[in-house]
T-cell receptor, first 114, second 112 residues
Framework: EAGVAQSPRYKIIEKRQSVAFWCNPISGHATLYWYQQILGQGPKLLIQFQNNGVVDDSQLPKDRFSAERLKGVDSTLKIQPAKLEDSAVYLC????????????FGAGTRLSVL | GQSLEQPSEVTAVEGAIVQINCTYQTSGFYGLSWYQQHDGGAPTFLSYNALDGLEETGRFSSFLSRSDSYGYLLLQELQMKDSASYFCAVRESGTGRRALTFGSGTRLQVQP
């Protein structure tokens, strides 16, 4: 069974530029999460989708971050414009059931904002 | 809100047993989860405790005491490949939020 796929693995941009990350969850998983993981910290939820609807985006900085999940499968996370403090690993995860405690993570995209 | 406290680093030798503690403050939650993350890798699920007591999965065991707001992950017969970061996480109940909240992680170094 294929795992959660993310791309790109690494991205380097300058502040004020925009960037987008892509995620393909495990087939059949209705719930998709985007987390931000700053070095030395645990993952922090940015947004959660159930199929193509948003369940929780309370911690998403909506002035610069946006995410969508068209057709309830793939998802993209965008940052525009990026700030220095956005440097982090962006992890995508999926679970079979909503609110599942067993989540399957992708390897993440490491973003460096210069 | 909720917070989870873990030691930042633990060091142990191959073959030994190590315990990683997690204390939490939350008004209510469904259960305590543990995830492992190697450097540059994806977090992977290890264990879940919905009820008080010990759950055993091979060399790894996890314990939960809701009355003490405390849990731990026990790793036995340590191997070099166990060197990684370990995160405890909870899913809060009663707020409508369904996602996991993670602790800051414990970096385990296994030495020969």
């Amino acid at each position: 069974e294929a795992g959660v796929a993310q791309s790109p693995r690494y991205k380097i941009i300058e502040k004020r530029q925009s960037v987008a990350f892509w995620c393909n969850p495990i087939s059949g998983h209705a719930t998709l999460y985007w987390y931000q993981q700053i070095l030395g910290q645990g993952p922090k939820l940015l947004i959660q989708f159930q199929n193509n609807g948003v369940v929780d985006d309370s911690q998403l900085p909506k002035d610069r971050f946006s995410a969508e999940r068209l057709k309830g499968v793939d998802s993209t996370l965008k940052i525009q414009p990026a700030k220095l403090e956005d440097s982090a690993v962006y992890l995508c995860a999926s679970s079979l059931v909503q609110g599942g405690d067993i989540q399957y993570f992708g390897a993440g995209t490491r973003l460096s904002v210069l | 809100g909720q917070s989870l406290e873990q030691p930042s680093e633990v060091t142990a030798v191959e073959g030994a047993i190590v315990q990683i503690n997690c204390t939490y403050q939350t008004s209510g939650f469904y259960g305590l989860s543990w995830y492992q993350q190697h450097d540059g890798g994806a977090p992977t699920f290890l264990s879940y405790n919905a009820l008080d007591g010990l759950e055993e999965t091979g060399r790894f065991s996890s314990f939960l005491s809701r009355s003490d707001s405390y849990g731990y992950l026990l790793l036995q017969e340590l191997q070099m490949k166990d060197s990684a970061s370990y995160f405890c996480a909870v899913r809060e109940s009663g707020t409508g939020r369904r996602a996991l909240t993670f602790g800051s992680g414990t970096r385990l170094q296994v030495q020969p």
